[in-house]
């Protein structure tokens, strides 16, 4: 049993939007980097190994390929019938091409990510324009994802897997960059999402209160919308400070046709020191209202026409804390290296859920079901990468 | 939806009108572009580890979308 | 109302066709060359008067620019070749201090004079209006050709440039 199916949706979109990262003049230099990554918290310990290589086949064009496996363990929160652990792996893959002409820069990948219960492909587009003597960049982008939804009903060790629904998502993004001074940038993103099909994560259920069972509740199959749509803008701004460092600040805004509003605020503060070193300290602040067919405990059975109890539909709230330090280990290059750097990212972040309660309690005796306590924890994020530039 | 729409309609008439001779000239010159060239201005220095921590946050979140940056950097041709 | 993809189908189309001005790499230009005077890494004065009589191509570099690094082994290659014929190539780095530009050059030295305009006060005088920009001027001291950004391959039209305005 695995939460993996959100993750592939979610490292899908995210892979998209790599491309957002080019300014279109010349082409970003040739680069590989080696990636572990490690997420603990909630019960689940999630290993991530990954690598990734560019380079320019001419001055216009690019390609770059990315491969990256996620290993999750653990017993989720949510796993609620037997406290039986979750195993399981998710490889994605991807490959990108670019072309720069003049001063529009066009980009097309393909991203597929498997595992055993879970299938989802993406395929993207996206062109970037520099205008206004280079101060301006337009992006927009158009992304396609197919998932094929199944669910495992045997085992971690002992697997039997049905396919049961399949989802199409099509996600539309514009963009502007705008430099507004010598030492300040400035940009906003809009990003509309929609999705069709079978939207809901299997291995969660909802709950209602049933007098008739011992433990005052009973579960039952989360029910979905087969259609969602999602608008996000996001605005950020980088300044630079003149004894060298750059403090960015972003906020971003979501809403949905599911009822969620979403507002996400982040501080950045980067300093560097000479040719060697780099230190980066974030805090991020993220706030959400929970999806209207969501409870943590429904009065009775079938009470709505939608029910749904999974976690990140609820009404939460979290606070992110992180540092990262790079340190070139080739400040100057060698030999056919411009550049060698290593990095690494520690991120804490503490969960706070305002409407969902802590499996943990369900059951005992002095909590009478939906006054149990509010669920929270903390999750360690921890990233280590290597970079050479060529 | 519309809203979108208007918003997307907005982005694109306004740089359609900066690109299309207004008298308005750049006010930042190429050869003043050292700071905004500087690494450290970048969005995302590191597109791997920014795609990472945005894949986290999706899978334990309500929230998608609109993350990353475009444009600064040495404007150089 | 339009379905969102047609609707972002057309605006890509429309940001495309009206921005997407086709960009001249060169230009023929026309002009007396503003005349300068700047110092050197070593402190010393110089300017393009130093250089009259000459076929002249005033390169604007930064150590901060890519395309910059990437043509400069090759302008000092045309400059060896081309000197002889009366050709001088004169490197205005826009860099606001020096030590980056000191270090560059002691790692990747180059031949031809550099100058340091840190002011940008010739960088001005000259519309820099792209980087890195070369400006050819003729013997008489007349700016004839702009070129704009640089590109593998663009050596080849400054060295058709500089033949056509040694022959004059």
């Known amino acids: 049993m695995t939460q993996n199916h959100i993750f592939a949706r979610a490292a899908v979109i995210a892979a998209l939007l790599l491309v957002r990262s080019t300014s279109a003049d010349v082409l970003p230099d040739d680069r ?21 290589a560019r380079a320019k086949i001419t001055e216009n064009f690019a390609v770059e390929a990315n491969y990256f496996i996620d290993k999750v363990s653990g017993a989720s929160i949510d796993v609620l019938s037997q406290a039986s652990q979750i195993k399981d792996e998710r490889k994605q893959k991807s490959g990108t091409i670019e072309y720069l002409r003049d001063k529009t820069t066009y980009t097309a990948s393909y991203t597929s990510s498997v595992e055993r219960d879970y299938i989802s492909d993406t395929a993207s587009f996206s062109l970037s ?16 994802t197919h998932n094929t939804v199944g669910e495992n009903n045997g085992t971690a060790n002992d697997p039997n897997v049905a396919w049961i629904g399949h989802a199409l998502t099509r996600a539309y993004s514009g963009g502007v960059s705008q430099i507004l001074t010598k030492n300040f940038i400035a940009g906003v993103n809009l990003q509309v999402i929609t999705d069709a099909g079978y939207l809901a994560n299997p291995y969660r259920s909802i709950r209602y209160l049933d007098p008739t069972n011992p433990k005052g509740y009973s579960l039952g199959n989360q029910v979905y919308p087969d259609t969602h749509t999602s608008t996000a803008v996001q605005v950020q701004g980088k300044y630079y400070l003149p004894y060298r460092a750059a403090v960015t600040a972003l906020y971003r805004y979501y809403t949905d046709t599911w009822g969620v509003v979403g507002n996400t605020y982040e501080l950045d503060y980067t300093h560097p020191i000479r040719n060697r070193w780099i230190f980066e300290g974030r805090v991020r602040y993220y706030k959400q209202s929970a999806a ?22 609820a009404a939460l709230d979290n606070t992110t804390v992180g540092a990262k330090v790079t340190y070139a280990f080739l400040p100057d290059g060698w030999k056919m290296f411009k550049r060698g750097t290593v990095t690494v990212d520690v991120s804490r972040i503490r969960f706070n859920y305002l409407d969902f309660r802590n499996i943990k309690y369900y059951g005992v005796p002095q909590y009478a079901p939906g006054t149990e306590p509010l669920y929270n924890f903390n999750a360690n994020v921890f990233q280590v990468f290597v970079s050479v530039y060529f | 939806m519309g809203r979108a729409q208007i918003l997307l309609s907005g982005m694109v008439l306004g740089t359609v009108l900066l690109s299309s001779g207004c008298s308005i000239q750049p006010w930042v010159k190429p050869y003043e572009r050292d700071r905004l060239a500087d690494p450290i201005m970048a969005w995302d220095r590191d597109a791997i580890s920014a795609a990472y921590l945005d894949h986290i946050r999706e899978s334990r979140e309500g929230s998608r979308g609109a993350t990353g940056g475009a444009g600064g950097g040495c404007g150089c041709n | 109302m339009l379905s969102t993809k047609v609707f972002l189908k057309r605006c890509a189309m429309a940001a495309i066709v009206v921005a997407s001005t086709a960009f001249a790499a060169g230009g023929d230009a026309s002009g007396p060359a503003p005349s300068f005077t700047l110092t050197t890494l070593a402190g010393q004065p110089s300017g393009l008067s130093a250089y009259k009589g000459q076929v002249v191509m005033v390169n604007f570099w930064a150590t901060w620019c890519g395309p910059c690094q990437q043509e400069m082994p090759l302008l000092d290659q045309m400059y060896k070749k081309y000197k002889p014929a009366g050709f001088t190539l004169i490197g205005v780095n826009v860099d606001k201090e020096a030590p980056p530009v ?57 060295q058709d440039r500089i033949r056509q305005l040694i022959r004059e």
């Open chain 1, 32 to 52: 590989a980097d080696v990636f572990y990554s490690k997420y603990s918290g909630g019960g689940m310990d999630i290993t991530g190994y990954s690598a990734t």
């Open chain 1, 129 to 144: 324009q520099d205008m206004f003597g280079d101060l301006t960049t337009v992006t927009l982008g158009f992304a396609d």
């Open chain 1, 292 to 313: 209207s067919f969501y409870s943590d405990l429904f009065p009775y059975a079938d009470s709505q026409n939608f029910v749904a109890r999974d976690q990140n539909l």
């Open chain 3, 102 to 158: 000191k270090q560059l050059l002691e790692r990747k030295p180059v031949s031809f004079p550099v100058l340091l305009d840190p002011a940008n006060q010739v960088s001005k005088a000259y519309h820099v209006d792209e980087m890195p920009s070369s400006v050819i001027i003729d013997r008489k001291g007349q700016i004839r050709y702009i070129h704009r950004g640089y590109k593998p391959g663009d050596e080849n039209d400054y």
